[in-house]
């Protein structure tokens, strides 16, 4: 198994700006790395930190033992943030992470099924306690809904020839493998589309897990709620690893950074926007961090802080 390393790690936390009495949250513990590393900022603070995967929990506490105690690891999808934070008397905080993607020790495990590079079963939960799996959506979804979720999520241009050809093959017998739905989209796309650069089943794969997962839904309503929480000159960090993710995060940002004043007022208004934009374009992986971690390569951070 590869060793997952965080990606913009420094970057992200000095972002954060972080006051050592502070009450800080990371939506997306996976490893550690970014917890660990606030947690070695933080004095009289504490740090909350949200997961959903057993595996990731039990990795991450081995290393947050060894930095400190003041944290308290939540295990619940980040979409409860606001109820799970206020059911332990916290309403509001002075800073946010999220670090969205797949860790890399998930898609190095076959058995959860989110690689297109490793057989095994069609799976792509996060949270291994729910019903829902790419398998369920491969077998049972209509033809019309993988198109629209091939097209939406995955950005995939062949989505209706990919949906189609999965639904020649689930009328023969079941698709259960990984490796038996990277063969089907092979075979309903182009000799021209293959031989390109990039493996053909990554946005397929990509949709599947965005919708096995609701994460766009997800993701934009715990940003929203975790926006309301933040403290006078809390900040709000975000990683994003796809486009779609990225425009969603985007949009926000700006929306909350701009005064909606009508067009034509013939007075100045002095009223602040609540919240700024710390950098107006995106923050990327330095050259030294492209060329050591390969997982950077698509990583983009906005960040926005409350006035």
């Not at 990371?26 to 947690?39: E, K, M």
């Not at 060894?66 to 008397?89: C, D, H, P, R, W």
């Not at 993701?219 to 425009?247: C, H, W, Y």
Request: hydrophobic share 40%.
């Amino acid at each position: 198994m590869s060793e997952h390393i965080t990606v913009l790690k420094e970057e992200a936390v000095n972002a954060l700006n972080i006051k050592e009495n502070g009450i800080y949250v990371d939506a997306t513990l996976g490893c550690g790395g970014h917890s660990s590393l606030i947690l070695s900022k933080l004095k009289g603070g504490h740090l909350y930190s949200f997961d959903q995967d057993d595996y990731a929990i039990s990795r991450a506490k081995e290393i947050l033992d060894q930095a400190a105690s003041n944290y308290t690891i939540i295990k619940s999808n980040f979409v409860n943030l606001k109820q799970k934070l206020n059911e332990l008397g916290v309403e509001h905080i002075d800073g946010i992470l999220y670090d969205l993607g797949v860790s890399s020790f998930q898609f190095d495990m076959e058995e959860r099924g989110f690689s297109y590079r490793l057989d095994g079963p069609l799976d792509m939960r996060m949270n291994q306690n729910q019903e829902l799996s790419a398998k369920t959506i491969v077998n049972e979804w209509p033809t019309s809904k993988l198109i629209e979720i091939f097209y939406r999520y995955g950005e995939e241009k062949f989505a209706k020839q990919i949906a189609f050809q999965i639904d020649k093959v689930r009328k023969e017998h079941e698709i259960s493998t990984t490796f038996e739905l990277v063969d089907i989209i092979k075979s309903a796309l182009p000799q021209k589309v293959l031989k390109q650069k990039g493996h053909p089943a990554k946005q397929v794969f990509q949709a599947l897990r965005v919708a096995v997962n609701d994460e766009l839904t997800v993701f934009e309503k715990s940003l929203l709620d975790a926006l309301d929480m933040l403290n006078p000159d809390g900040r709000a960090v975000v990683i994003t690893f796809q486009s779609l993710e990225d425009r969603i995060c985007k949009s926000i940002f700006k929306e909350k950074s701009t005064l909606d004043i009508p067009n034509g007022l013939p007075i100045v208004i002095k009223e602040e926007a609540p919240f700024e934009l710390i950098s107006r374009k995106p923050i990327l992986p330095s050259e030294e961090e492209l060329n050591h971690n390969n997982r950077s390569h698509s990583a983009k951070m906005r960040v926005l802080r409350k006035r």
